[in-house]
């Protein structure tokens, strides 16, 4: 039963064009999402965040959008960048009764190439 | 870059015999977690730890058993390595304190049971 989807296991765009990355969700107690980068031969490191307080967080580049009624959030680059070239992996945690999120569920992730 | 490191980085063994790996934190982060990555699975959560001697078991626990007897270093055990679990394993810290959603990954064992 996989709580976490990303749908799509591979997209391409364009150097300078935008690059948008989905993730589903079944869950509906989870309340904190993430997105990690990962490169080959390389740990997962961690991108963004959103609260499920929240629709929209953005870091430069990289914005992430959190629709709850919907159950999806997406990311979006822009520009892409060839050095965005990665897989990138979706993660949702639910607040436990400490108080504390502490355990992550990750999808299965998009490798995401842009072409120079 | 968080202060994480795992060994061995490879490791080649053969189907029953135990097999240790190793992750080593130098951030005093409470929170450590142990992960495989397989394709067509992404990252699956194995044991974690939220103290010293304080573990619990993630979904992809069977074969597999951990211990922290110091806060820096958390141990995942094969005690009889079978090929199912040829993988690349992952280790993960979290500060806690209302900031453990972030967790800070090492470079991963790449593990082979023949």
């Known amino acids: 039963d996989q709580q976490v989807k990303q749908n799509s296991p591979s997209l391409s765009v364009q150097e300078g064009r935008i690059s948008i990355l989905n993730c589903d969700y079944t869950?509906?107690?989870?309340?904190?999402f993430l997105w990690y980068k990962k490169y080959p031969a390389e740990g997962p490191t961690f991108l963004i965040s959103?609260?499920?307080?929240?629709d929209k967080n953005e870091d430069g580049r990289f914005t992430v959008f959190l629709n709850k009624s919907a159950k999806h959030l997406s990311l979006h680059i822009v520009p892409s960048q060839p050095g965005d070239s990665a897989v990138y992996f979706c993660a949702a945690s639910v607040m436990n009764s400490g108080g504390s999120n502490y355990k992550l569920t990750f999808g299965k992730g998009t490798l995401l190439t842009v072409n120079p | 870059d968080a202060g994480i490191t795992q060994s061995p980085r490879h490791k080649v063994t053969e189907t029953g015999t135990p097999v240790t790996l190793r992750c080593h934190q130098t951030e005093n982060h409470r929170y450590m977690y142990w992960y495989r990555q397989d394709p067509g699975h992404g990252l699956r959560l194995i044991h974690y730890s939220y103290g010293v001697k304080d573990t619990d078991k993630g979904e992809v626990s069977d074969g597999y058993s951990v211990s922290r007897s110091k806060t820096e270093d958390f141990l995942l055990t094969l005690e009889s390595a079978t090929s199912s679990q040829t993988s690349v394993y992952f280790c993960a810290i979290s500060p806690g304190g209302g900031r453990d959603n972030e967790q800070f990954f090492g470079p991963g064992t790449r593990l082979t049971v023949l």
């Open positions: 869950n509906s107690m989870f309340d904190y």
């Open positions: 959103i609260s499920s307080i929240k």
